[in-house]
């Protein structure tokens, strides 16, 4: 079955760099659009970055110029490499596949002022 797993979250200064990286398995993964997202209590949860097979990405307004989402097609792995975290940049974040219903269980990133 598809399993998505997170890791690489932490408590970081701001201005400070995260590598977060997603394990896949049981799919296809090289085909597959990737992605991350993030969530804050009491709030939706939101798109960060998403990767197609081919590599083209597409990033929310909020973290272009300071995130950069990538992947690893022989490792089955999607990463968000963040450098310049803002206190604002504190949620929990997901890996998704795709535009399913098949996500991670999270990883929690804080950035402290």
């Known amino acids: 079955q598809v399993q998505l797993v997170e890791s690489g979250g932490g408590l970081v200064q701001a201005g400070g760099s995260l590598r977060l990286s997603c394990q896949a398995s049981?799919?296809?993964?090289?085909?597959?659009?990737m992605g991350w997202y993030r969530q804050t209590p009491g709030k939706q949860r939101e798109l960060v970055a998403t990767i197609t097979s081919g590599g083209s990405t597409n990033y929310a307004d909020s973290v272009k110029g300071r995130f950069t989402i990538s992947r690893g097609n022989a490792k089955n792995t999607v990463y968000l490499q963040m450098n310049s975290l803002k206190p604002e940049d504190t949620a929990v974040y997901y890996c998704r596949l795709g535009t399913l219903d098949y996500w991670g269980q999270g990883t929690q990133v804080t950035v402290s002022s």
């Open positions: 049981g799919f296809i993964f090289s085909i597959n659009l």
